[in-house]
């Protein structure tokens, strides 16, 4: 979603990667407050920003936070709350699984087909398919231009501007 002519992919003083096209921030890693942290290209061809103490921060399967519109959740891809606690993990066997302190399953789609993707659809509903394209799960939400995101708290939340239009349970 940052194919823009004329962008630019720059890591800020603050620790955060930001893709900006002209002026207007168009993606970012979320990873401010990580100040003096670098991004490096592994052998295995993963991308990880570690931090001043070689800590990793954040690698190419994850996203912080948000996840916006249009945006895909693969098998491996996570998404993860601010502060780390909670993340939803696409599973290979097809369950979309939000886990806390990296161990605890506390939701999932109760979805199985293996192949199976998420994806935060443009038009605002959330859904799971499987490989086929075939709808598995869905929000059963229409927003256009709503995201969603992982709370502190644990919950999933779809946001239309200001408006939480859909939510898991606190956890």
Known sequence: MTNRKASSLIMQRDGNLVVISGRTPVWASNTGGSTGAYLAVQNDSNLVIYNVRNKAVWFRHMVIGTLGSGRL???????????????????????????????????????????????????????????????????????????????????????????????????
Do not use: C
């Open 73 to 171: 959740l693969n098998p491996y891809d996570m998404l993860f709350s601010p502060s780390r606690v909670y993340r939803l993990q696409m599973q290979t066997d097809g369950n979309l699984v939000m886990v806390k302190n990296g161990k605890t399953p506390v939701w999932s789609t109760k979805t199985v087909s293996k192949g199976a993707f998420a994806v935060m659809q443009q038009d605002g509903n959330f859904v799971v398919y499987s490989a086929a394209k075939k709808a598995l799960w869905s929000s059963k939400t229409v927003r256009k231009g709503s995201v969603l995101q992982m709370n502190n708290d644990g919950r999933l939340v779809i946001v239309y501007g200001r408006t939480a239009v859909w939510s898991t349970s606190a956890h």
